[in-house]
């Protein structure tokens, strides 16, 4: 929370679902208008749409006033707010007025603001979308009443100046304002989730937030026709409950509809226009070696792109989750063979759950199952997003504006270093195929404020190549001289095992890759490896030749295997250039190799 792009976001996505409840009501109340005509319940009634702008005019001084109040005394404005849980650092009684006492409570004070700030950001829009359903409540009533005219306006306004006289229209009001900002108490599951995960160590840093995840993910199913089917809730509103239940239920899901009728047009490949085109990225492929390719030619997942630049959406919820559910259900249909398309509900489901796990509030729970998944694999990396969250967000949101530059990391303390401004001066840059640094663009507008991040697209006719012919590329080996062992070791050593570099090692190698024989030279240089063109170069030559344009596409096909044998040439190029810069490097691997074979014969 210390990081302003989260409160940004909040602000962001609040606003974006507040307006979205406009034309929401107005299809809602044509759907009431319609049921009314057949005879059915009363319920949403015209008009309310535009009794919603009112309230949304009138509500701001309110809402200001809620905000300050909500800032000054710390409190939750209808008792629940986005954060579950506070710590208390306080010291009480006596031992206060103690220097150290009042030390600590200062201190506790100031760890609070974060959390203070989120509340006041909610109190505003808790603020304005009450005034907005006392509008919209107030108009519906006043309609029931046949009410026209004087008797129309006196009526609106006597609900309005005196709501709490009205209970069922206050309490309407109240509850409108938490589903609008997702803050919104949970069913008895829900509430027994939160529960466990107070009660399992280390739940909470597993799941830290459950509420509001949990409600963002309800918003996004209610307005996702096919996925709102799911469950009873849909169900119980249109036939049972009916009236206004009814009509916002329906509502949800027509406005939704056309939303996602829209987005589905740009999924996927995207229309390419005059402009450049438009086009709405999901997940991208789980394959490494895939994503890689990708994400080399400026890709960016969850994105939108318009001409060459890429627009992040994935932070703006709930409206991200229902972009991005469309994107991924078209990238995951699209690899479902075509006599099996039916099966229409599962990729839905598989497509929601990407998405969900995708968000960085999920990011704890998509890790531990993946640990659960591979352990050997994963359970190193949620290790390291542990230790990479003991540095506050806002101090790593400084580290990435003084120096976009990702950094190589590859234990606990490399975490720590690379998010902190001027230690991560001490790590290697991370690498692209061509050795060059992988450098981060920033956000739309300011960069330290921005939820919206953007990606250009490279201009450049080798990534795009790979990226055409679908060839997956891997990243500079991290051990040479055999096979990588495990990260989490449940067997002896095997001879088959290599010998891990260290970070400078393996950033030299990456440069010595990518540069070939125009690497800067540290020491002696082999003439043969001097000799070498840039790895761009040498691929773009093999691409321009007859038997490459023969060749088969795809991550099995002919292009991929001339492709990786001329990465794998030069990869083993390089190794035997690190070998021969320098006498220590050498007299060091050696070294260790022979630990590793003293070791293996003790065994």
């Not at 609900?159 to 589903?179: G, S, W, Y």
């Not at 409600?215 to 209610?222: D, R, T, W």
Request: zero cysteines; proline letters at 6%; glycine letters at 10%.
């Amino acid at each position: 929370l210390t990081n302003p792009v989260t409160h940004a976001t909040n602000t962001l996505s609040n606003t974006l679902f507040m307006l979205e409840a406009i034309p929401e009501r107005a299809v809602a109340g044509r759907i009431g208008q319609m049921a009314q005509f057949f005879g059915g319940q009363s319920g949403v009634a015209v008009g309310e749409a535009a009794a919603l702008l009112e309230g949304l005019r009138a509500g701001q001084r309110a809402a200001i006033l809620l905000a300050g109040k909500a800032f000054k005394s710390g409190q939750e404005v209808f008792r629940t707010g986005k954060v579950e849980r506070v710590p208390a650092i306080a010291i009480t009684g006596e031992l206060a007025e103690t220097w150290w006492g009042r030390g600590v409570n200062y201190f506790g004070t100031a760890a609070r603001i974060p959390t203070r700030m989120l509340g006041t950001e909610d109190a505003y829009f808790k603020g304005v979308n009450y005034t907005m359903e006392l509008y919209a409540q107030a108009h519906r009533r006043a309609v029931q009443e046949s009410l026209t005219g004087a008797a129309y306006l006196a009526r609106k306004a006597e609900i309005i100046k005196n709501p709490t006289a009205f209970p069922e229209i206050d309490a309407a009001a109240r509850q409108f304002a938490l589903v609008q900002t997702f803050t919104n108490e949970l069913g008895p599951v829900g509430q027994a989730i939160m529960r466990a995960a107070d009660a399992i160590p280390m739940g909470r840093v597993i799941a830290p937030f459950i509420r509001t995840p949990t409600n963002l993910a309800v918003a996004a199913k209610q307005r996702t026709p096919g996925l709102n089917l799911v469950g009873t809730q849909f169900w119980s509103d249109v036939f049972v409950t009916g009236g206004a239940a009814r009509d916002l239920a329906l509502g949800k899901m027509a406005a939704g509809g056309l939303t996602l009728s829209l987005v589905a047009m740009y999924a996927g490949e995207g229309i390419e226009g005059k402009f450049g085109g438009v086009q709405i990225t999901g997940g991208g492929p789980k394959d490494p070696g895939s994503r890689k390719a990708l994400m080399e030619s400026g890709w960016q997942p969850y994105s939108i792109r318009i001409g060459d630049t890429y627009y992040g959406y994935n932070r703006v919820d709930p409206l991200g989750v229902m972009i991005g559910l469309v994107a991924d259900y078209t990238e995951i249909a699209g690899q479902i063979p075509q006599g099996e398309r039916e099966e229409f509900a599962v990729a839905l489901m598989l497509a929601f759950s990407k998405n969900m796990l995708s968000k960085t509030y999920m990011q704890g729970v998509s890790n531990l199952i993946e640990a659960l998944e591979h352990p050997d694999q994963r359970v190193q990396s949620i290790l390291k997003n542990f230790a990479r969250s003991t540095v506050p967000a806002g101090v790593r949101a400084v580290e990435r504006i003084k120096d976009p530059t990702l950094q190589e990391t590859r234990t606990l303390l490399d975490q720590i270093r690379a998010g902190v401004p001027g230690w991560s001066e001490t790590l290697p840059p991370r690498r692209n195929l061509f050795g060059e640094p992988v450098v981060l663009e920033g956000g739309l507008g300011p960069d330290l404020l921005s939820p919206i991040r953007i990606s250009m697209k490279k201009d450049d006719p080798v990534i795009q190549e790979l990226v055409r012919a679908k060839i997956p590329i891997s990243d500079t080996p991290k051990i040479v001289f055999g096979t990588r062992p495990p990260s989490l070791r449940m067997e002896p050593q095997t001879a088959a095992e290599g010998v891990e570099l260290t970070r400078g090692e393996r950033d030299r190698l990456s440069v010595l890759v990518g540069l070939g024989g125009t690497a800067p030279k540290i020491g002696d240089m082999d003439p043969a490896f001097a000799a070498l063109p840039p790895l761009r170069d040498a691929l773009s030559a093999v691409m321009a030749r007859e038997d490459y344009k023969r060749a088969t596409d795809g991550p099995e096909g002919a292009k991929a295997l001339i492709v990786k044998s001329v990465i794998h040439a030069y990869r083993e190029a390089a190794k035997a250039q690190l070998m021969r810069e320098s006498s220590g490097l050498e007299e060091a691997l050696g070294q260790r190799l022979g630990a590793r074979a003293k070791a293996l014969g003790a065994s």
